[in-house]
């Protein structure tokens, strides 16, 4: 074995221009894998995050329409007991209105909050352009795009008309800015104590909404099954995002389905590189290989030299691999910019994945070096040394 | 005395359409701690018997017997390890393996048995690398030496492994007289002090004069057999 090992050596050591041109051979492949995989990954987690990542993944509702939940801090706390991923739980109280200021309208989402909480969610502290989160009753935070539409400034008031025809006069306490039109549009941010009192509603929320660890968001729905079961409530709906999410998903899984196919592509065709090169070497080395033979080096140990080879190649390559596919990487999200200056798909190394496409390269390796270990190991001495 | 290696009606034909019969019904037996010298025309079949008994050919028919045991019912295993432990082979056209210094090369049929080499091994081959007049170039490259000098580093390296049995093909075809008479005396020394049992094959007749026997191969056959008293 240890001899097997040094002979490989050497052998690799006395032809040292092939040796780096198989590893670099190797190393662009593997990153060329490490590249496209990172990217596919790196797009779909800004896919992901930017479609749920500031949003309610599980949500529990009353299974009625309209119903609201009572009890609502006994329930939390029974959803969070289950020992689940769930990282950030908070009740909201949402309530359709009518925004009024300075003779426009417009209809609004009045959705109250419990900051602390929420804050999880939402990461409001990221998010407030201006002012702060509603403390008191009748203070809102609004959207830029609400603030941009009536010239709205901290301190001014807005009328809120709820469906019953009743207004209620708020002060605006904070503006925020969610990067998405839709929300900076409609939403109407305060307290739910505040919403309770704006709306007229007991100690009620009508959801509870709930965020899963980050390496779990795949498994929203089992979660969210196990939540179903241990509620036992028939009075409950509970809701997850990739119900709701369906062609995300599948986009998603088309995405993975092609870089897979790539990946595995390109090993092939490493793995067919490096078989002949390994092939041509056991050739240039048949003279040594018979030499050894007639001094008797078993056949077992002849083939051992060509795995040890692979295995050599197959480590060097990969850590070259990772090396440049990393690099490569780092430098696409350096240049390729969107117009605001930040990278069009923002970093991702997933050392797991890194790992695992260097391990496969090393056991590809392996693989293509089994041809000329056994030629190897088939090798007659007499034909080496009957000729000259 | 007992015999370290018979051959019985050994016969080796080349080709299956053509055939050329190289050897022809061969028997020979060769006592434990004998010095034998082979000679014959180039082309007698020398160098094809010597891989025969050496386990590296295999004869068309007859059988090869090393200590007393045939060697055709010796698994593929087994024969390396006869190669390796009891058999040194100088070949005709010496075959070092150029990726390694002189001194590893001579240190390699040790290392294929043991692994790794001690301090005492390393000693031992510097020593065996002096007999031969090589101690100045034990570090060059295999490749960076002349002929006679690789050849001799041959010579080293079969003796490594203290073997029963030395194999030696024209082992001093590319040496001066001088040369060829240190490699003879060395090898008749090892020869007398640890019995190990020679076969050289040598066109030189001077040389051939000097071993126990000399036998003459003509044509494939044994045309000339002479033991000295
Ligand atoms: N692979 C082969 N196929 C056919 N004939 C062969 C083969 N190898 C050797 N021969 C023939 O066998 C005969 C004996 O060859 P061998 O090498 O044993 O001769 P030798 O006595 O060692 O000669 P030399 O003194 O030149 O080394 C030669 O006539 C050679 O042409
Ligand atoms: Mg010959």
């Given at each position: 074995m240890k001899l097997s090992f040094s002979i490989a050596l050497r052998f690799l050591r006395s032809n040292v221009l092939q040796t780096i041109i198989i590893i670099l051979g190797i190393g662009i492949g593997v990153s060329v894998q490490?590249?496209?995989?990172?990217?596919?990954?790196?797009?779909?987690?800004?896919?992901?995050?930017?479609?749920?990542?500031?949003?309610?993944q599980i949500t529990i509702t009353a299974s009625a329409d309209n119903e609201l939940l009572?009890?609502?801090?006994?329930?939390?706390?029974?959803?969070?007991?289950?020992?689940?991923?769930?990282?950030?739980?908070?009740?909201?109280?949402d309530n359709p209105a009518f925004l009024e200021s300075g003779g426009a309208s417009q209809s609004v989402v009045v959705r109250g909050f419990d900051r602390q909480k929420a804050e999880g969610i939402y990461k409001f502290s990221e998010y407030i352009t201006e002012g702060a989160f509603p403390m008191n009753n009748g203070e809102v935070m609004l959207g830029t795009a609400i603030k941009d539409k009536y010239g709205l400034k901290i301190d001014d008031t807005i009328s809120l008309i709820t469906a019953d025809k009743r207004t209620v006069v708020c002060r605006v306490s904070g503006f925020f800015d969610f990067k998405v039109a839709a929300l900076n549009g409609s939403w109407c941010v305060t307290t739910i104590a505040s919403a309770q009192e704006i709306f007229s509603i007991g100690d009620k929320v009508s959801a509870i909404e709930m965020q899963v660890a980050s390496s779990e968001i795949f498994n929203a729905d089992i979660i969210a099954e196990n939540l179903r079961e241990r509620l036992d409530n028939q009075g409950l709906r509970i809701t997850d995002w990739k119900g709701q999410n369906e062609q995300l998903l599948?986009?998603?899984?088309?995405?993975?389905?092609?870089?897979?196919?790539?990946?595995?592509?390109?090993?092939?065709?490493?793995?067919?590189?490096?078989?002949?090169?390994?092939?041509?070497?056991?050739?240039?080395?048949?003279?040594?290989?018979?030499?050894l033979k007639a001094m008797g080096i078993k056949s077992r140990q002849a083939s051992l030299i060509f795995l040890s080879e692979g295995l050599m190649l197959g480590v060097f390559g990969a850590l070259a691999g990772i090396a440049i596919g990393i690099g490569l990487s780092a430098s696409f999200t350096a240049f390729a910019l969107n117009p605001d200056g930040t990278p069009v798909?923002?970093?991702?190394?997933?050392?797991?994945?890194?790992?695992?496409?260097?391990?496969?390269?090393?056991?590809?390796?392996?693989?293509?070096?089994?041809?000329?270990?056994?030629?190897?190991?088939?090798?007659?001495?007499?034909?080496?040394?009957?000729?000259? | 005395m007992n015999n370290i290696l018979e051959l019985?009606?050994?016969?080796?034909?080349?080709?299956?359409?053509?055939?050329?019969?190289?050897?022809?019904?061969?028997?020979?037996?060769?006592?434990?701690?004998?010095?034998?010298?082979?000679?014959?025309?180039?082309?007698?079949?020398?160098?094809?018997?010597?891989?025969?008994?050496?386990?590296?050919?295999?004869?068309?028919?007859?059988?090869?017997?090393?200590?007393?045991?045939n060697i055709a019912r010796m698994t593929k295993n087994r024969l390396s390890e006869i190669r390796n432990k009891s058999i040194g082979f100088v070949f005709q056209f010496h075959y070092l393996l150029p990726e390694f210094t002189a001194l590893e090369n001579v240190l390699?049929?040790?290392?294929?048995?043991?692994?790794?080499?001690?301090?005492?091994?390393?000693?031992?081959?510097?020593?065996?690398?002096?007999?031969?007049?090589?101690?100045?170039?034990?570090?060059?490259?295999?490749?960076?030496?002349?002929?006679?000098?690789?050849?001799?580093?041959?010579?080293?390296?079969?003796?490594?492994?203290?073997?029963?049995?030395?194999?030696?093909?024209?082992?001093?075809?590319?040496?001066?007289?001088?040369?060829?008479?240190?490699?003879?005396?060395?090898?008749?020394?090892i020869n007398e002090r640890y019995g190990t049992t020679f076969i050289i094959i040598t066109h030189d007749r001077h040389i051939a004069e000097k071993a126990d026997r000399i036998i003459e191969i003509t044509d494939g056959k044994i045309n000339l057999d002479i033991k000295k008293q």
């Open positions: 490490i590249f496209i995989g990172s990217l596919i990954q790196g797009l779909q987690n800004s896919l992901v995050n930017s479609t749920i990542g500031n949003s309610s009572e009890d609502y801090t006994t329930l939390m706390q029974k959803a969070i007991d289950g020992g689940d991923s769930i990282i950030n739980i908070s009740p909201v109280l599948s986009g998603l899984q088309g995405q993975s389905i092609s870089s897979l196919m790539i990946q595995v592509f390109v090993m092939i065709s490493v793995v067919l590189g490096i078989a002949s090169v390994l092939a041509i070497t056991v050739m240039q080395k048949s003279r040594q290989i018979g030499i798909i923002a970093l991702y190394i997933n050392s797991s994945f890194i790992m695992v496409s260097g391990l496969i390269a090393v056991l590809a390796c392996l693989i293509a070096a089994m041809i000329p270990a056994r030629r190897s190991s088939k090798l007659d001495p007499i034909d080496i040394i009957r000729n000259n | 019985k009606n050994i016969n080796k034909i080349y080709g299956s359409t053509i055939k050329t019969q190289v050897l022809n019904n061969i028997n020979l037996s060769f006592e434990s701690g004998s010095f034998n010298s082979i000679i014959g025309q180039s082309g007698s079949g020398k160098s094809t018997l010597l891989n025969i008994m050496g386990t590296l050919d295999k004869p068309s028919s007859g059988e090869v017997i090393i200590n007393g045991i390699l049929p040790y290392r294929i048995e043991n692994g790794a080499v001690t301090k005492e091994m390393r000693e031992k081959a510097v020593e065996y690398m002096r007999l031969v007049g090589l101690e100045k170039v034990i570090n060059n490259n295999s490749t960076k030496m002349s002929g006679g000098q690789q050849q001799r580093t041959a010579i080293a390296r079969a003796l490594i492994n203290n073997p029963q049995i030395i194999l030696a093909d024209e082992p001093t075809g590319n040496l001066d007289s001088n040369s060829t008479e240190t490699i003879y005396n060395l090898l008749r020394d």
